[in-house]
């Protein structure tokens, strides 16, 4: 008798496994620059909505990865949905591909990521395959997918999003952990909102306002998230975790302040990349290159649960 259960327990067991991993991949180019995974689900219909995930900054692939960044974030939450019966489009950023072309730094264009996924939108659209399209956009692409979302997208998603404009993230930042170069952060990104580039003083800031990148933080400091979300008109979801090193949960607080509507989840223990650290920053940040770490379920279950609703 004892036996017959394991049997049967196993047989469950494997049946249940086959079920959640009934699901294909193959590789979709929207254009030259745009390339990526589609997730399908077995099971495809007409009802089946589509998931495209945007991104955060850098030049993350589809997967979530970057040099000295190895995550798996975006197929991890891919997988997640498409076991769920979704279909996912996630998706290399252009600069992967204006890096191979060796095209220049200071080309980059934040609108250029904005129309990419308006792009993207309107591909699908056109293969009338899904009964609905979702914008899911991480860190900045959250951004992104806020100002692409605005009459192409049937709901939006906002994952870790920025609740405030760059300069006033990045000010933040700067304070806590070099407060003496607070004033002069302040000052350069006063000449950006104007349009205007700038000789570089201080060495120690390059990382923000090196001369090639400045052109594209002219273009960024142009959007508000708390304006941009006030535009929408559709179902929005906001998530964020408690253990965000880069954007804080009053971020997701102010975004859902300026849109009611919204649904708003704070996910204890769950940091940028959507892992669970239960210890403190030296734990965080060895997660930003542990691909093998998974994703929290937390965060499958409550997205999975606002796609259903649809």
């Known amino acids: 008798m004892t036996r017959f259960i394991v049997y049967i327990t196993l047989f469950f067991a494997t049946a249940i496994f086959a079920q959640e991993n009934k699901f294909t991949t193959e590789?979709?180019?929207?254009?030259?620059?745009?390339?990526?995974?589609?997730?399908?689900?077995?099971?495809?219909?007409?009802?089946?909505?589509?998931?495209?995930?945007?991104?955060?900054s850098g030049i993350p692939d589809r997967n979530g990865n970057m040099p000295g960044m190895e995550t798996n974030s975006y197929k991890y939450l891919a997988e997640s949905l498409v076991k769920?019966?979704?279909?996912?489009?996630?998706?290399?950023?252009?600069?992967?591909?204006?890096?191979?072309?060796?095209?220049?730094?200071e080309n980059s264009n934040f609108d250029d990521f904005i129309k990419d996924a308006k792009d993207i939108i309107?591909?699908?659209?056109?293969?009338?395959?899904?009964?609905?399209?979702?914008?899911?956009?991480h860190s900045e692409g959250s951004l992104v997918g806020m100002v692409a979302s605005k009459g192409n997208a049937d709901a939006y998603i906002s994952l870790a999003g920025m609740g405030r404009?760059?300069?006033e993230i990045v000010l933040e930042q700067i304070g806590k952990q070099a407060p003496f170069l607070k004033e002069e952060t302040k000052n350069?990104?006063?000449?950006?909102?104007?349009?205007?580039?700038?000789?570089?003083?201080?060495?120690?800031?390059?990382?923000?306002?090196?001369?090639?990148?400045?052109?594209?933080?002219i273009s960024v400091l142009k959007y508000d998230p708390k304006v941009e979300i006030k535009k929408l008109e559709i179902p929005i979801l906001i998530i964020n975790g408690t253990k965000d090193i880069q954007i804080p949960e009053s971020d997701a607080k102010l975004l859902?302040?300026?849109?009611?509507?919204?649904?708003?989840?704070?996910?204890?223990?769950?940091?940028?990349?959507?892992?669970?650290?239960?210890?403190?920053?030296?734990?965080n940040m060895e997660s930003y290159n542990k691909p093998e770490l998974p994703i929290?379920?937390?965060?499958?279950?409550?997205?999975?649960?606002?796609?259903?609703?649809l």
């Open 27 to 56: 590789e979709v180019s929207v254009n030259p620059i745009l390339n990526g995974t589609l997730y399908k689900p077995e099971n495809l219909t007409k009802k089946t909505k589509l998931v495209i995930i945007i991104a955060g």
């Open 84 to 105: 769920n019966g979704n279909a996912v489009y996630a998706y290399d950023k252009r600069s992967i591909a204006e890096l191979k072309a060796g095209n220049a730094e």
């Open 122 to 137: 309107a591909y699908f659209k056109a293969k009338k395959q899904y009964s609905k399209i979702i914008i899911a956009g």
């Open 165 to 167: 404009p760059f300069d």
């Open 188 to 217: 350069n990104f006063e000449l950006l909102k104007k349009g205007q580039t700038f000789e570089l003083k201080t060495a120690a800031l390059s990382p923000i306002f090196r001369k090639s990148v400045q052109p594209y933080l």
């Open 256 to 283: 859902h302040d300026a849109n009611p509507k919204s649904e708003l989840v704070i996910i204890e223990n769950m940091n940028h990349l959507f892992k669970e650290i239960k210890g403190d920053t030296a734990e």
């Open 296 to 309: 929290m379920p937390e965060l499958s279950q409550k997205v999975n649960s606002f796609l259903s609703k």
